[in-house]
């Protein structure tokens, strides 16, 4: 019995990156990569960039404080039709039921606190995890093949 190979196997793909913003784009363009030759819509492949984007972006200002001797571990994999990210900083962790709700009226009009529910909007799973010995490590999982449902009904 003969199997078809993956469209593309490029992952996983593991990064350790320095605390900058500049490094958000390098992360997004190897996500893109991983993503070539799979049937996932432009739209989707946006979201899931601006999902990763948010994330990288939350770590390296909240986690690791913009701390150039801090390290942000990344790792993406396709693994079945589930696109895997798993983000890690170097800092001292959250409560993620603490997070406030960017939906509330008091909270609207703030120009941060939209992160983690922009991931939650866009991934179908989000699990926050410490890190034992110090960190926080962010899980985001998508489910490639229901992409083009879930499309459809985005208002």
Partial sequence: MSTTPPP????PIRLSISSRFENIELAQHLCGKLLE???VS??????????LREALANAIKHGNRQDLSKRIH?????VGQNLQISIRDEGE???PGAVEDPLAPENRLKTSGRGIFYMKTFMDDVRFRKVEGGGMEIILTKNLSAGKEKEGNRT
Wanted: cysteine-free; overall charge negative.
């Fill in 74 to 78: 990344l790792e993406m994999d396709v």
């Fill in 8 to 11: 593309n196997d490029a992952g």
């Fill in 42 to 51: 432009e739209e989707t492949k946006h979201w899931l960039l601006m999902a």
């Fill in 37 to 39: 030759g799979r049937e």
């Fill in 93 to 95: 962790g959250f409560d």
